[in-house]
T-cell receptor, first 110, second 114 residues
Framework: ELKVEQNPLFLSMQEGKNYTIYCNYSTTSDRLYWYRQDPGKSLESLFV?????AVKQEGRLMASLDTKARLSTLHITAAVHDLSATYFCAGCPYGNKLVFGAGTILRVKS | DVKVTQSSRYLVKRTGEKVFLECVQDMDHENMFWYRQDPGLGLRLIYF???????EKGDIPEGYSVSREKKERFSLILESASTNQTSMYLC?????????????FGSGTRLTVV
């Protein structure tokens, strides 16, 4: 049974700083997703990582996947206030069934 | 713009009531899902459906049932609502598995059972 663990669960950052959110998963996952959720809003897809070594970047966010270590990371570069949100990673044991981590609440302080 | 629409943003129900949460998608997706979201627990899958009239239990199906009579509509039913079912409920849909397939989510229904 796939289990997904994120850390940290809460992250308070200064603007302009860099930080990484980690997502470990317990068994094989076809692919790894990252989502963003703003308060009171639904989930917005950020990245889908399909294979070992995959790296995707969008603006100040970069996601990577290491299937051997069963680890995905979401790296934040030079954080800005607009990045404040909750970030979820999710693995996919089969089909389109997703197993989510608990989420990382990110607050960027100016 | 393609959409997953949940019929209610907020609901307040009494303990013991039968509750229906409705979800409609306009993308002709085969798969539909119901999750609940609780602080510190992330999203947990309740049920999913991969075709009309087909359903599979997720990780926490107890106390819930589902109905999928039409491809575009997936209903979550709380047979007898209890206070521990107070939560945010999210519906999602996706096409048949393809590389890079992304689940699309509705805006959520915040259910309070009193």
């Amino acid at each position: 049974e796939l289990k997904v663990e994120q850390n940290p669960l809460f992250l308070s950052m200064q603007e302009g700083k860099n930080y990484t959110i980690y997502c470990n998963y317990s068994t094989t996952s076809d692919r790894l997703y990252w989502y963003r959720q703003d308060p009171g809003k639904s989930l917005e897809s950020l990245f889908v990582l399909l294979s070992n070594g995959a790296v995707k970047q969008e603006g100040r966010l970069m996601a990577s996947l290491d299937t051997k270590a069963r680890l995905s990371t979401l790296h934040i570069t030079a954080a800005v206030h607009d990045l404040s949100a909750t970030y979820f990673c999710a693995g996919c044991p089969y089909g389109n069934k997703l197993v989510f981590g608990a989420g990382t609440i990110l607050r960027v302080k100016s | 713009d393609v959409k997953v629409t949940q019929s209610s943003r907020y609901l307040v129900k009494r303990t013991g009531e039968k509750v229906f949460l409705e979800c409609v998608q306009d993308m002709d997706h085969e798969n539909m899902f119901w999750y609940r979201q609780d602080p510190g627990l992330g999203l947990r899958l309740i049920y999913f459906s991969y075709d009309v009239k087909m359903k599979e239990k997720g990780d926490i199906p107890e106390g819930y049932s589902v109905s999928r009579e039409k491809k575009e509509r997936f209903s979550l039913i709380l047979e007898s609502a209890s206070t521990n079912q107070t939560s945010m409920y999210l519906c999602a849909s996706s096409p048949i598995q393809r590389p890079g397939t992304v689940n699309r989510f509705g805006s959520g229904t915040r259910l309070t059972v009193v």
